[in-house]
């Protein structure tokens, strides 16, 4: 089968159909029923049973989407969608999406992309300002949230063991790490807990209050229990705003039992951390404006609207920005 690629000024044709139909579409949500009234496998029905030899036309594309796709989707951009957590709805996000996937690059390190790198750490940076951290404070963005308390809990890990990935990792240990969680924590910790390789025997689920926080006295209370059976207390996941009831975990206190341990304390501000931009916000964490997360090792937080989703931590006394310690390559130029 001969390959078919569109030309520029096809593209270009293609392209302005396909922002008219999105913008038709967001135009339209509200008088959409919210949720799909497809049965259960109902597309899976309506496909090939095989990959197509030939390729479509684009307008055979966009009738699929008008018949198959639309209709069988649940429309998280409606007004009258309260499900989850509001997500990627404002249309400047797409076009940035667009124009991302257009450019094309790589930013695997500064040479591969430098304007990326320095880019990324400037808006990051912002977000810092924003939500009244100290220049203490650095971080890179993710694609999601549960990324980044899964490489938080990495981070957690290698610190505790001494970095036992340079010899037999976990594996090689005879102490086992334990890592503790709210029993209202979003269900990415214990994946990403598990991923870790810490193991579900070793994930411990702390008590909460009456406010659907966690319970400083039994996290203390845990550690203790942990260690007189001679395991190794490893880290803390605090919540800032539990997707299920938004509850906030008391993060001082919380800082506090895990200073005293020498636990590292991560904060999963993905829901309710960007508030803290909000002036006069009476949000536990947001008392911190402009002196940080005392105690915490490092700390997510997501501007949904625009598909943010940062993962800071505070910085080393060595370290430096990525453009400042890159290694030096020849020419990324094809001859």
């Known amino acids: 089968m001969r390959e078919r690629v ?165 594996q090689a240990s005879e102490t086992p790490l334990t890592v503790y969680v709210c029993a209202h924590s979003h269900s990415s910790v214990d994946k990403g807990a598990l991923l870790a390789g810490f193991g579900r025997d070793n994930l411990r689920l702390i008590p909460f209050d009456a406010a659907s926080a966690m319970r400083p006295d039994a996290l203390e209370a845990a550690i203790e229990a942990d260690l007189a059976a001679g395991r190794k207390p490893c880290a803390v996941v605090a919540t800032s705003g539990t997707t299920a009831t938004t509850a906030l975990d008391p993060i001082e206190e919380i800082a506090a039992v895990a200073k005293r341990h020498g636990l590292w304390l991560h904060v999963d501000a993905a829901m309710a951390g960007s508030a803290m931009i909000l002036p006069g916000m009476p949000m536990d964490v947001a008392r911190r404006r402009g002196r940080g997360f005392p105690g915490v090792q490092s700390a997510q937080m997501a501007r949904r609207r625009v598909r943010l989703h940062a993962l800071l931590r505070p910085r080393s006394p060595a370290s430096r920005p990525h453009h400042e310690h890159q290694p030096e390559f020849p020419a990324l130029q094809r001859r």
């Open 6 to 170: 569109l030309t520029p000024e096809e593209f270009r044709r293609i392209g302005h159909q396909l922002i008219d139909r999105i913008a038709d579409y967001r135009s339209s949500v509200a008088e959409r029923p919210v949720m799909s009234g497809n049965a259960p496998g109902a597309l899976r029905a309506a496909l090939p049973k095989e990959a197509p030899r030939q390729p479509e036309p684009f307008d055979a594309i966009f009738s699929d989407l008008d018949e198959l796709i639309i209709p069988g989707l649940s429309h998280w951009q409606s007004p009258k969608f309260f499900g989850y957590f509001p997500a990627n709805s404002e249309l400047s996000s797409v076009l940035g999406d667009y124009l991302s996937t257009g450019l094309g690059a790589l930013g695997l390190s500064w040479q591969a992309g430098p304007a990326l790198t320095e880019l990324e750490e400037v808006v990051v940076d912002w977000m810092r300002q924003l939500v009244g951290l100290s220049d203490g404070w650095s971080g890179v963005i993710q694609d999601t949230a549960s990324t980044s308390t899964m490489i938080a809990l990495i981070c957690a890990r290698e610190r505790t063991s001494d970095f036992s990935l340079a010899r037999g990792g976990l």
